[in-house]
């Protein structure tokens, strides 16, 4: 079954896409892992795209070998028309493991949005929505 590290953002545990798509019961978490490159808030959601900085999510496997295709609608990916999806869903080699594991690439532009430092989406937003 193949990895996903789909989990740096609104994926992760504890986090609503999380609970929407039962990710809990159709992906099996590994361990914390970390990959290069550069994360925008967009509001109610990040945006992965590419560059030097590490980000920081969770690695799982597949349980059900239907996730992709949802994971795929969830992020607006359509692999017949990739110049139009919101994500591009690509392998991408992990830092930490040592592995490679199938992310969601943000597809548009993110000038103007607030980058996330840190890499970590869930800290961040708590942090953000914790603002008066």
């Given at each position: 079954?193949?990895?996903v590290?789909v989990l740096y953002?609104?994926?992760?545990?504890?986090e609503?896409?999380?609970r929407?798509?039962?990710l809990g019961r159709r992906?099996?978490?590994l361990?914390?892992?970390?990959?290069?490159?550069r994360?925008?808030?967009?509001?109610?959601?990040?945006?992965?795209v590419?560059?030097e900085?590490?980000?920081?999510?969770?690695?799982c496997?597949a349980a059900?070998?239907a996730?992709?295709?949802?994971?795929?609608a969830f992020?607006?990916?359509?692999?017949?028309r990739?110049?139009n999806s919101?994500y591009?869903?690509?392998?991408v080699a992990?830092i930490?493991?040592r592995r490679?594991?199938?992310i969601?690439r943000?597809?548009?532009?993110?000038d103007g949005?607030?980058?996330?430092?840190s890499g970590?989406?869930?800290?961040y937003?708590?942090a953000?929505?914790?603002?008066?």
């Open positions: 079954m193949p990895l590290f953002g609104s994926l992760r545990r504890g609503e896409g999380h929407q798509l039962d992906l099996r978490y361990m914390p892992c970390t990959v290069r490159g994360l925008f808030d967009l509001g109610a959601y990040p945006a992965f590419a560059g900085g590490i980000i920081h999510g969770d690695l496997e059900d070998p996730i992709l295709a949802d994971l795929d992020e607006e990916y359509d692999p017949d990739p110049a919101l591009l869903r690509e392998r992990l930490e493991p490679e594991a199938f969601y943000y597809n548009g532009p993110f949005f607030p980058e996330i430092a970590d989406w869930v800290a937003r708590a953000r929505d914790a603002r008066p």
